[in-house]
């Protein structure tokens, strides 16, 4: 069975020869959970109280409905991510969506501007149809209290009720996002939300605007609600990423939808230069993400972490690695190997002009404490000191193996 292959290729796991009891792990539970989801050909609701009723006819015949939603809630309302980065989000405000949709999509704005606050996120927010109304920018001196309260300002946040110039959108956000300084490293994300196809009257069409965003470093999500939307548009504005394109049936579906974007968006890694140390704060259990590329000498990782306690995992393959899959912990100081074999390459990603036989590593730093304050820096050479020249640090290298061989062969005699 081919999804059998795939779990053995990703996680060197031999699924037909598990033990029963094996499913006791949360991770293998997990896998277990979406085999019988792809098995039954039925896609996992958006709403939470379908999702219980959903779990109710799949897996727990004789569960509580009631229980599902009160756990469910209170796990997504602790994964939310305050995250680190900028995002322009735009809401369509065209004449074709009514009165009653355009005030849920207000408080779909207005919930998903909350979920970042806490952390190093900026939001800007527009609206747009014949022309493009810009609520708050990315630099603006608003709280998130604020943010959320203008999301829900019908002065600030019009309903424009005319057509639908998405292209327009698309070319405002990044000519925002070019026009002022950008934090090194940190993901810039365009986000549109629509309920139909675009009828910008030129000269630039989405297929234009699209590559424009991908070629200023932007991640583009969509999300597409209602019969109307054009599924291969809103694919051009992800530019081809269909992880992140997203239909729902109705703007009653947007109402717990901010959560999953809230996941989706955070879990766009950030990409520091080599040499860059990055300072930040996490609380319990929130994650940052991070992507490096990784030269022939390897890569040095350094994270000291000033207060609380962190853990951290790297991995080759997996976007988001954590304690259940991963390649290798972080320790305080970690060299991450070359990995020849990795299929991950830099021409996966929006950057351009990356070369693709680079070799890219995901890892995740993880909060462990209730506060705690780290920085990350990833270097070619150890940069405590006096660089080693490349043949030397090879030949160290090979000593320090042999060392280790010889440890291991004496230790064995006695």
Known sequence: MQLHDNIKNLWNVQWKSLDRRELLKPFYSGLAARLTETAEHKPIPVL?????????????????????????????????????????????SSGSIGFLNFFLARVFLKDLLGSFEGGSARAALVVFSSTVHLTFPLDTNMTWSEKRLAALDTKLTPHLRDNTHTAAAIKYCIDMFNSMPSIPGVPKINLVITDGQSNDPGPETVADTAPLAAAAGISSFAVGVGAEVVLSELL????????????????????????????????????????????????????????????????????????????????????????????????EITVIPYHRASTTSASRFDSAGSSSDLVEVYITVVGMSENNNYTIQGTTHMTNAVSVPNHLYKIVLFIYGCLLYVGSVLNAVV
């Not at 727990?60 to 599902?68: H, Q, V």
């Open 48 to 92: 939470i109280s379908a999702q219980a009723d959903y779990w109710q006819t799949y897996y727990n015949p004789l569960g509580s409905r009631p229980a599902f939603q009160t756990a469910a809630t209170s796990d997504a309302c602790e994964s939310q991510c305050p995250g680190r980065l900028d995002i322009c989000i735009m809401m369509d």
């Open 236 to 331: 051009q504005i992800t530019g081809n990423h269909r992880d992140r394109l997203h239909y729902l049936d109705s703007f009653q579906d947007l109402a717990e939808f901010f959560r999953q974007l809230n996941q989706e968006t955070c879990e766009i890694p950030q990409t520091p230069r080599i040499n860059d140390k990055i300072s930040d704060s996490l609380i319990r259990a929130e994650r940052r993400y991070f992507r490096y590329s990784v030269s022939e000498e390897g890569l040095h990782i350094r994270i000291s972490t000033t207060a609380g306690k962190t853990a951290a995992y790297y991995s080759y393959a997996e976007k988001t690695p954590s304690d259940a899959v991963n390649d290798g912990k972080i320790d």
